[in-house]
C-alpha cells in the first residue's frame, strides 16, 4: 500500500516538474512492479554510463542503442551542453555541409509508455552519447572526456564547398599527388586573386577547347568544304588566326609550367590584350557553341593534335573538359543543390556572381570546372553517394564503406541545356521532377541504383572488374587525401566520430572524381535503396564506434579501415635554458662608432680575387701611443684613452627571467670604469 502510494506520488511528481512538452504525452496506469523494473533499468543504465541523447529522425540510431541496453535522455529543449555560438558564426563556419532534409523529431510508438517514463526518470543525468544532425547543436569545448558525440569541430574545411576549394590547394604538404587528378579545378569568386585566376583558366580553356574542336571535326570539315553554298572569302583566315593565337597560349603555358617563362625576354608579350581576348571568345562562341562553317587545312589539324598530346602529359582534366568551357556556379552557403547553376559564357559567370554583394564579401562563391564527358549510364547521368567514417583525426583513422548507390536525373544527358533537371543528380532536386519518356526504361523511376546493380551492368558490357580496379581504389585516395589537407584544422577531440557522405562522378575512364562531401548525410529512406543502405551504414557506425571500442575484435560490419595514421606525440612545453658566456678583451683600442642603423651598408664592387685578399688582410693599426688623439672613419677626433691597468677581470654571472619558465644565464664582466652595457629583452 505504500509503495502504491509512493509511486502515485513519484509519478505526479514526474508529469508535474518535468520540462513541458510540444505534444503532451499522456502516460499510461503504471502498477508498482512496472515502475519498480523502470527505476532498476535506470539505475543500472546510469551506473554503466549509457544515456545517450538524439536531434533528428534517426531512428535507426535510436532502436539500436536500446536494443544495447542505452536509455535515451528527450532533448526537447535547449539543455547544458548546447551550443552557445552565434548564430552568424555557425553560418559562416558549416553552412552547407549537410544534405539533410528532415530536422523534425520523429514521434516513436511507445505503447507501454516505458521508455517515456525512463527518459524523464534520466532528465538530470549526464548525457554520454551525443547524435546529432547539426555541427552546432552541441558545444564541444564543454564536454567531458568520457562524453562522446558524432560530429567534429571546424570540419568546415573540408565539409563546405570553400573549404575543400581552398585547403586541397596545400595536399603537397601531406602527398605528392595533385588534386588536379581527382578534383575539378575550383575557384573563390569572391577572392579578387582567384577571379582573376579564374578569367585566366577560362579563356586558356577556351584555346584548348577550340584545338579539341577542331582535331574532333576535321573529317566533317573537309566533307563541308564541297558545299556550294558555303562562303570561301576570309573564314579559312580567321580560322587560322585563332589556331594561331590558341596554340600561342597554349605554348606559354608550357613553358610556365616549365619556369622557361622566367628566362623569356621582357620585349616578348606572353599574354593578349584585353581587347584581343574579347575579339577571341566572341569567335569562339561563334564557333563553338553556334556551330559556324569553318575551311581548316590538314597541316593545322596535325599543329592541333600535336600540341593537345603535349597538354595532355600535364594537364589531368584535359579529356573531361570538353569543348564547350561549361562552368559549375555554386553558392557556398546552401546545400541539397539550392542555387546551383551551369553556365558556358565568362560575361554569364561573372554576372551571377556580381549580382549578390554578401556572397562576394565572404567569398561564399565557387565556380568548378564541370565534368563534360562522365560516364553514363544509358545515355542518362548519374553520381555516386559513398559513405566513409572518421574516428580519430590524431592518429588520423578513416573507415570506408563497402556499399553505396547512384543517383540519376530524370532527363537524358545532353549539353544543349544546361537545366538542372539534366545536369544535377541531387535526390532532394530530381524527386519532384517526372522522369523523360526519352528516358532508357531500365532507369528506375525512383532514380536509383546500387552498386550491386551497377557492378551487374558494367559486367553485361565487359568492363566487369572496372569497379574493385578503378572506381573504389580512387575514391579511397580521393578520400583519404582530402582528409590529409584538413587534418591541421579540424578539432582533434577524443571520444568524437562522425560519419560523412562525399559524391562522386565518373569520367569516360570510370576515373572518380571527387565533387564534395557532406556531413550529416541523409538518412531519410526515400526509395527502397536507401531504406535499406541508410539503415544499414547507421547500425554499422555504432558498431565501430561502440561494439569495436569494448572488443577490438568485434564485427564492423561493411565498414574496412583504409587508412590508420601514424600518431604523432606532442611535447608539453618544459621552457628553454638559454645562457652566454664571454670574457672582455684584453688591450685599449676603441672600435670606431656604429654607422646609424637608417643606412644602409654601401655594395662592394670588386672582384672575387679582390674579396678574398681583403678577408685575410689584418685589422689596421689605430693607436699609435697611448696619449695620441686617434682619427675614426668618420674623421672625427677622439679623445686620447684613459689607461686602463692590466688585470684579470672578474665574471658575474646572471639570470634573465622570460616568459613560459624560460630563461637566459649571462656570464658578462665586470668592470667599475667600462662603458654601460644595456640589454633588450625580446618577447618569446
Known amino acids: 500500500m505504500v509503495q502504491q502510494c509512493q509511486s502515485q506520488v513519484e509519478i505526479k511528481t514526474l508529469q508535474t516538474t518535468s520540462p513541458p512538452f510540444r505534444h503532451a504525452v499522456r502516460l499510461p496506469a503504471l502498477n508498482s512492479e512496472r515502475l519498480k523494473t523502470a527505476k532498476a533499468i535506470v539505475e543500472k543504465t546510469v551506473k554503466l554510463h549509457k544515456v545517450f541523447s538524439i536531434q533528428g529522425p534517426y531512428p535507426v540510431i535510436r532502436a539500436s542503442l536500446r536494443a544495447r541496453g542505452w536509455l535515451e535522455k528527450r532533448m526537447c529543449h535547449p539543455g547544458l551542453h548546447m551550443s552557445s555560438r552565434p548564430v552568424k558564426e555557425a553560418r559562416l563556419n558549416d553552412a552547407g555541409d549537410s544534405d539533410g532534409e528532415d530536422d523534425d523529431v520523429n514521434q516513436e510508438q511507445d505503447p507501454a509508455g516505458l521508455y517515456n517514463l525512463m527518459s524523464r526518470m534520466v532528465r538530470n543525468e549526464m548525457v554520454y552519447f551525443y547524435w546529432t544532425n547539426k555541427r552546432d547543436a552541441i558545444n564541444t569545448s564543454i564536454l567531458q572526456k568520457e562524453q562522446m558525440t558524432n560530429h567534429f569541430a571546424k570540419a568546415g574545411s573540408f565539409t563546405t564547398k570553400v573549404g575543400l576549394c581552398v585547403n586541397l590547394r596545400s595536399l603537397h604538404w601531406f602527398d605528392s599527388t595533385d588534386p588536379d587528378t581527382f578534383f575539378p579545378r575550383c575557384y573563390r569568386l569572391g577572392a579578387r586573386d582567384e577571379k582573376h585566376a579564374f578569367i585566366e583558366d577560362y579563356r586558356r580553356t577556351a584555346c584548348t577547347s577550340l584545338l579539341k574542336y577542331i582535331v574532333e571535326t576535321a573529317h566533317n570539315v573537309q566533307e563541308e568544304k564541297k558545299n556550294e553554298h558555303m562562303q570561301k572569302s576570309s573564314e579559312p583566315v580567321m580560322v587560322s588566326k585563332m589556331i594561331g593565337t590558341a596554340l600561342k597560349v597554349c605554348w606559354d603555358f608550357l613553358e610556365s609550367l616549365e619556369h622557361a617563362d622566367i628566362d623569356a625576354s621582357s620585349e616578348t608579350t606572353p599574354s593578349l590584350a584585353k581587347e584581343e581576348w574579347g575579339e577571341f571568345i566572341n569567335s569562339y562562341y561563334l564557333l563553338v557553341h553556334a556551330g559556324a562553317k569553318i575551311e581548316i587545312s590538314n597541316h593545322l589539324v596535325r599543329r592541333c593534335k600535336s600540341m593537345l598530346q603535349r597538354?595532355?602529359?600535364?594537364?589531368?582534366?584535359?579529356?573531361?573538359?570538353?569543348?564547350?568551357?561549361?562552368?559549375?556556379?555554386?553558392?557556398?552557403?546552401k546545400s541539397r543543390g539550392r542555387g546551383i547553376k551551369c553556365a558556358k559564357r565568362l560575361d554569364q559567370i561573372l554576372s551571377l556572381v556580381d549580382s549578390d554583394s554578401a556572397l562576394i564579401k565572404e567569398s561564399k562563391w565557387v565556380v568548378q570546372k564541370y565534368l563534360e564527358r562522365p560516364f553514363l549510364v544509358e545515355g542518362t547521368k548519374f553520381d555516386v553517394r559513398q559513405w566513409f567514417l572518421v574516428t580519430d583525426w590524431n592518429p588520423l583513422t578513416v573507415w570506408f564503406y563497402k556499399k553505396c548507390y547512384l543517383r540519376f536525373s530524370t532527363q537524358p544527358y545532353s549539353l544543349d541545356t544546361l537545366d538542372n533537371s539534366v545536369h544535377l543528380c541531387n535526390n532532394s532536386i530530381q524527386k519532384h521532377l517526372r522522369p523523360s519518356h526519352q528516358r532508357h526504361p531500365s532507369i528506375p523511376e525512383d532514380n536509383m541504383w546500387s552498386a550491386d546493380q551497377f557492378i551487374t551492368f558494367l559486367s553485361g558490357r565487359g568492363y566487369k572488374t572496372q569497379w574493385e580496379n578503378v572506381v573504389v581504389p580512387g575514391m579511397k585516395k580521393s578520400i583519404i587525401h582530402a582528409l590529409q589537407s584538413a587534418q591541421d584544422l579540424v578539432d582533434s577531440r577524443k571520444n568524437t566520430f562522425e560519419l560523412y557522405g562525399a559524391d562522386f562522378m565518373l569520367g569516360g575512364d570510370f576515373h572518380p572524381w571527387l565533387i564534395e562531401i557532406n556531413a550529416s548525410p541523409t538518412m531519410a529512406p526515400s526509395t527502397p535503396i536507401t531504406a535499406r543502405l541508410c539503415a544499414a551504414v547507421q547500425e554499422d557506425t555504432l558498431r565501430v564506434v561502440l561494439d569495436r571500442r569494448a572488443n577490438k575484435s568485434a564485427d564492423t560490419g561493411d565498414f574496412e579501415l583504409i587508412y590508420h595514421q601514424a600518431g604523432v606525440d606532442i611535447p608539453q612545453y618544459v621552457g628553454v635554458n638559454l645562457f652566454i658566456e664571454g670574457f672582455r678583451l684584453n688591450g685599449t683600442c676603441l672600435l670606431p662608432p656604429l654607422r646609424p642603423f637608417k643606412r644602409s651598408v654601401p655594395k662592394y664592387h670588386g672582384t672575387k680575387k679582390e674579396i678574398a685578399s681583403e678577408k685575410v688582410k689584418s685589422l689596421p693599426k689605430v693607436v699609435k701611443s697611448a696619449n695620441t688623439p686617434v682619427k675614426n672613419i668618420s674623421n672625427r677626433i677622439l679623445p686620447p684613452p684613459v689607461p686602463q691597468p692590466s688585470v684579470p677581470i672578474p665574471l658575474e654571472t646572471f639570470t634573465l627571467q622570460l616568459p613560459k619558465t624560460a630563461h637566459i644565464s649571462v656570464?658578462?664582466?665586470?668592470?667599475?670604469?667600462?662603458?654601460?652595457?644595456s640589454l633588450w629583452r625580446r618577447g618569446l
Do not use: E, F
Not at 570538353?322 to 552557403?333: D, R, S
Open 311 to 333: 597538354l595532355a602529359d600535364v594537364s589531368p582534366q584535359l579529356d573531361t573538359d570538353g569543348i564547350h568551357n561549361i562552368w559549375i556556379i555554386k553558392p557556398g552557403a
Open 667 to 677: 656570464h658578462l664582466p665586470v668592470d667599475a670604469c667600462s662603458h654601460s652595457v
